[in-house]
């Protein structure tokens, strides 16, 4: 009876599906299940056992590594299970070896990528290390630097399919040509963005304006830059454009002016003039606010067709757009105080009507 179900389960086993022994593909299941499991032990022992090792050590080089090829190193683990999945089930086509190879060169540049991502704060400090260099240029660095990985390991890939990259781009002829001249805003993009960068004309979270353009840079890319306007419209312009533009960038500045004039009455005495242009001047200049070391003009310039107009011209301590209206407005109530105080008021537009009276004539 045994010897019957043995000789059934040989049968079953040696039933061949697909011209292959049911045992081996049942094998080649079985292969790749383990492959499987050994990838989660390798997750939960091994990498564990590692991350406890690293965080013992005092720098983090080893810390972003390990993470880095962290999920790389659990991808050869399938790799492998397929590598003998279609070991076992006799397969020996060469498309198979090409995906399984494709496979293996995609996890190697995969750990490259990944690894770049990581140290960029250490590519950050050793460019530094040469001269000044801004977050931004170091981005725009690590951006080229993931393109460069990326694209090589296309290549790698088209040259094990047995594509020369080489000769196919040769092979374009006029689509290469028009290819060639429709990169050539997107190459003066990249150009323009690189200017951007190593210019240091802005940096992201900076008040700028580049034509009829303003607002709050939001991100510098290879292509384009975001800039945020006031009333919250996400603007995009291509590098280029920016690049051969004139760039107001308000942020960089340290003071900001005041220009304004007072328009008094005409009926204001000279002596009260003398002393209101005097004592607007001397509260700007005992004022904490307001730069000393700038240029501070209060005069009185002009004749104005319905005022006696005072000039002012000063800049505050502070850019500070909050703290800049807060100081203006605390500058305009002194002045009022001081116009009121010396008797005089604040002139506004008018119009003076005379009638002449006909004079009359006796008979």
Same mark, same amino acid.
């Given at each position: 009876?045994?010897?019957?179900?043995?000789?059934?389960? @040989?049968?079953? /086993?040696?039933?061949?599906?697909?011209?292959?022994? !049911? %045992?081996? +593909? *049942?094998?080649? #299941?079985?292969?790749?299940?383990?492959?499987?499991?050994?990838?989660?032990?390798?997750?939960?022992?091994?990498?564990?056992?590692?991350?406890?090792?690293?965080?013992?050590?005092?720098?983090?080089?080893?810390?972003?590594?390990?993470?880095?090829?962290?999920?790389?190193?659990?991808?050869?683990?399938?790799?492998?299970?397929?590598?003998?999945?279609?070991?076992?089930?006799?397969?020996?086509?060469?498309?198979?070896?090409?995906? @399984?190879?494709? /496979?293996?060169?995609?996890?190697?540049?995969?750990? !490259? %990528?990944? +690894? *770049?991502?990581? #140290?960029?704060?250490?590519?950050?400090?050793?460019?530094?290390?040469?001269?000044?260099?801004?977050?931004?240029?170091?981005?725009?660095?690590?951006?080229?630097?993931?393109?460069?990985?990326?694209?090589?390991?296309?290549?790698?890939?088209?040259?094990?399919?047995?594509?020369?990259?080489?000769?196919?781009?040769?092979?374009?002829?006029?689509?290469?040509?028009?290819?060639?001249?429709?990169?050539?805003?997107?190459?003066?993009?990249?150009?323009?963005?690189?200017?951007?960068?190593?210019?240091?004309?802005?940096?992201?979270?900076?008040?700028?304006?580049?034509?009829?353009?303003?607002?709050?840079?939001?991100?510098?890319?290879?292509?384009?830059?975001?800039?945020?306007?006031?009333?919250?419209?996400?603007?995009?312009?291509?590098?280029?454009?920016?690049?051969?533009?004139?760039?107001?960038?308000?942020?960089?500045?340290?003071?900001?002016?005041?220009?304004?004039?007072?328009?008094?009455?005409?009926?204001?005495?000279?002596?009260?003039?003398?002393?209101?242009?005097?004592?607007?001047?001397?509260?700007?200049?005992?004022?904490?606010?307001?730069?000393?070391?700038?240029?501070?003009?209060?005069?009185?310039?002009?004749?104005?067709?319905?005022?006696?107009?005072?000039?002012?011209?000063?800049?505050?301590?502070?850019?500070?757009?909050?703290?800049?209206?807060?100081?203006?407005?605390?500058?305009?109530?002194?002045?009022?105080?001081?116009?009121?105080?010396?008797?005089?008021?604040?002139?506004?537009?008018?119009?003076?009507?005379?009638?002449?009276?006909?004079?009359?004539?006796?008979?």
């Amino acid at each position: 009876m045994q010897q019957n179900s043995f000789e059934s389960l @040989l049968n079953i /086993l040696n039933y061949k599906f697909l011209s292959l022994p !049911l %045992y081996k +593909i *049942v094998l080649a #299941f079985v292969v790749l299940f383990l492959f499987l499991v050994l990838r989660r032990a390798f997750t939960l022992y091994i990498l564990k056992f590692f991350r406890f090792l690293v965080r013992k050590t005092k720098t983090e080089l080893d810390d972003k590594f390990l993470k880095a090829i962290k999920n790389p190193l659990r991808f050869l683990f399938v790799i492998a299970g397929l590598y003998f999945f279609f070991l076992f089930l006799e397969v020996d086509y060469a498309i198979i070896k090409h995906i @399984l190879k494709g /496979l293996l060169i995609f996890d190697i540049f995969w750990a !490259l %990528y990944n +690894i *770049v991502g990581e #140290f960029e704060e250490y590519i950050y400090k050793g460019l530094g290390k040469f001269g000044r260099a801004s977050r931004e240029f170091v981005s725009f660095i690590i951006k080229l630097l993931k393109i460069f990985i990326v694209s090589i390991g296309i290549i790698a890939l088209l040259q094990d399919w047995g594509i020369n990259v080489t000769g196919f781009l040769a092979s374009l002829g006029l689509g290469g040509l028009a290819f060639a001249l429709a990169a050539k805003d997107t190459a003066a993009n990249i150009f323009g963005g690189i200017a951007i960068l190593t210019d240091n004309i802005f940096k992201i979270g900076e008040w700028v304006k580049v034509g009829n353009v303003e607002g709050i840079v939001e991100d510098i890319g290879m292509r384009t830059t975001k800039i945020r306007a006031f009333d919250k419209r996400l603007i995009i312009l291509p590098n280029a454009t920016i690049a051969n533009s004139a760039v107001e960038n308000y942020s960089r500045r340290d003071k900001r002016r005041i220009m304004m004039r007072i328009g008094l009455v005409y009926n204001t005495p000279i002596e009260t003039i003398k002393k209101i242009t005097d004592e607007i001047r001397e509260m700007l200049l005992n004022h904490p606010d307001i730069a000393k070391d700038e240029s501070l003009l209060i005069y009185f310039d002009q004749f104005e067709d319905s005022s006696l107009s005072i000039f002012c011209y000063f800049f505050t301590n502070t850019a500070v757009w909050k703290d800049y209206l807060r100081i203006r407005e605390d500058i305009n109530l002194k002045i009022i105080d001081i116009v009121e105080r010396n008797g005089s008021a604040f002139a506004f537009p008018s119009n003076s009507i005379y009638f002449e009276t006909p004079l009359k004539i006796e008979r």
